[in-house]
């Protein structure tokens, strides 16, 4: 028996590993994901100026402030960008009349005018071909608004080291007294940014997989193959090898998606002309994760991760098959697969929203249900609210959950596997699901 077991569960394998939809759906993901990385290197290649330079032209009006305004956009343009980067913008003083520099503006350039002001000190016009973008409005903003109190510092001999002292942000000591294992609200935003992206394409996984084992079992019951194959092998190890085949594809597809991305990064143009470097998004994203203790928590929490990602895999696939054995055509198995689906998408949702619920008993039940436990479990505990024990624990009950799919729905899978019938869906499943004779 085990000789056809896998010989069943070869043939589903390689029929879907060398279809051409995989193969050119691979393709897509791969151009995608490259291209997503490399979309600096895109916009420049197609003449865009994603990274040009942004020429600040200052027509200084006797205000003597040209060098003082240069400063304070430098210094505003490195607190914004990092002071390893290089900046964005390039300040110069113009010797030519308003007039003239208007006449020859163009896109990549912005032009201030500086004039003295009695009551206000110093008063600014930005003239732009275009819209400034709110970064670069926000430095020129900040950098005018310093240069103005520096300017009304001088002219009433008030020492700058005061007005410093005043303006310089007062230094928070956060301390949460209701709960010993909370995060701060950095880690709150990190999570609601960083681990969807994460764990979206497992979601995304998750729906291909009820898709696939479904439709596979719903194309051998409508071509009337199935009786062949149930004369050969025992319904359970038609199942086992359906199960185990679409996993091993599934697994196999993201770690395709992994190297896709690994690729994407190791070509990036920001890359090669750096060394070593990441670029400048990633690297800033990866020292915000380091500062909240992000990574260190990562080293405890993949290993756990992955195991509930695989057992989650298998709970939905043999739901997904057991459904799937009870319908003859595919518009029945769209029906039954809707309620998995809604499931995987709350999942989902209580990952991201997770740090809404903090200190919540019911979130933290939620962490133990099987097909939501390995979203919520590890987003619970990035943000402290869970440990080491609980993912465990969820672990232990979604195999013990498995378990128990297989030993009463292989009884529902013998029955449907072979039933015709036009009878009602949910009907076939409670009678095959009663009958104990199988």
């Known amino acids: ?54 020429q600040i032209t200052v027509i200084d009006n006797n205000t003597n402030s040209y060098n003082l305004l240069k400063e304070n956009i430098k210094s505003f343009s490195s607190s914004l960008k990092g002071e390893n980067e290089e900046l964005k913008l390039t300040v110069n003083l113009s010797d030519k009349s308003l007039h003239e520099e208007e006449s020859n503006l163009d896109n990549d350039e ?74 701060d609200e950095n880690m709150e935003i990190i999570m609601g940014s960083v681990f969807p992206t ?48 679409s996993n091993v594809f599934v697994i196999l597809q993201g770690l395709l998606l992994i190297i896709y991305a690994i690729i994407g990064l ?59 054995s009870m319908t003859v055509n595919m518009e029945d198995f769209s029906q039954l697969q809707t309620p998995l689906v809604f499931i995987s998408l709350a999942g989902y949702y209580l990952a991201i929203m997770a740090g809404m619920f903090n200190g919540s008993i019911l979130i933290r039940i939620l962490s133990y249900v099987p097909f939501l436990s390995s979203f919520v479990s590890p987003s619970l505990y ?12 969820s672990i232990i009950v979604l195999i013990i959950f498995i378990y128990l799919l297989l030993h009463f729905g292989i009884r529902v899978y013998k029955v449907g596997i072979l039933n015709y019938s036009n009878e009602k869906v949910w009907s076939k499943f409670f009678k095959a699901f009663k009958n104990k004779d199988v």
């Open 1 to 54: 028996m085990s000789k056809k077991f896998w010989y069943l569960t070869k043939v589903s394998l390689k029929k879907k590993i060398n279809s051409k939809w995989f193969v050119i759906t691979n393709i897509i993901l791969a151009l995608a994901i490259i291209l997503l990385l490399n979309m600096n290197s895109l916009i420049n290649f197609f003449g865009g100026d994603f990274d040009n330079k942004i």
């Open 110 to 183: 912005i032009i201030i005018v500086l004039n003295n002001s009695n009551k206000e000190y110093l008063t600014a016009k930005i003239i732009s071909e275009e819209k400034i973008d709110s970064v670069t409005y926000q430095v020129l903003s900040q950098s005018l608004n310093s240069t103005k109190s520096a300017i009304g510092m001088t002219l009433n001999n008030i020492d700058p080291s005061i007005l410093t002292e005043i303006s310089t942000p007062v230094s928070i000591d956060r301390v949460v007294l209701s709960d010993e294992n909370s995060v």
């Open 198 to 245: 994460v764990i979206l394409p497992f979601f995304m996984l998750t729906i291909f997989l009820i898709q696939m084992i479904g439709g596979e079992i719903c194309e051998e019951k409508t071509t009337r193959s199935m009786e062949i194959i149930i004369s050969n092998v025992s319904p359970k190890t038609h199942l086992l090898s359906k199960i185990l085949a």
């Open 266 to 324: 190791l070509i990036s143009t920001d890359m090669l002309s750096g060394g070593l470097s990441m670029p400048s998004d990633i690297t800033s994203i990866f020292d915000s994760l380091v500062s909240t203790g992000f990574v260190d928590k990562l080293i405890y929490v993949i290993p756990l991760t992955l195991i509930l990602i695989v057992l989650s895999f298998i709970a939905y696939s043999v739901v997904a098959g057991i459904l799937a």
């Open 382 to 393: 990035m943000m402290g609210q869970i440990g080491i024990i609980d993912i465990i624990i």
